[in-house]
């Protein structure tokens, strides 16, 4: 993120700290999609490893990528979204982030 720039408007430093404090403090959604080369048993070891999720739960995501295209599969803050798609991205996951709407 670029450092807020003074426009010599009163307030503009200020305004841009606050929405890029904002912008952090929303809540964050990754998603998996789904891609033709990751076996399903891969996937739900993928969850269980990087989530820490059981079984049962990881199955389920799994199964939502695999018959919708796409499931949400954690939701939090910015810094912890980025790191949970950079490490899917390390098992060859498709992985995206993006805002909740929450």
Sequence with gaps: MAPPTDT???????IEKIKAKDQRAT???VIVHN?????MG???MVF??????PRPK????MMEV??????????????QAEHYVHQLHGYQLLA???????
């Design 8 to 14: 010599g408007q009163p307030g503009t430093i200020l």
């Design 27 to 29: 809540p964050w959604n």
């Design 35 to 39: 891609d033709p080369i990751n076996l």
């Design 42 to 44: 891969y996937v739900t």
């Design 48 to 53: 269980m490893r990087v989530f820490g999720y």
């Design 58 to 61: 990881a199955e389920k995501l």
């Design 66 to 79: 695999h018959n919708l295209g796409r499931s949400l599969v954690w939701s939090g803050g910015h810094e």
């Design 96 to 102: 995206t982030m993006e805002k909740s709407d929450a």
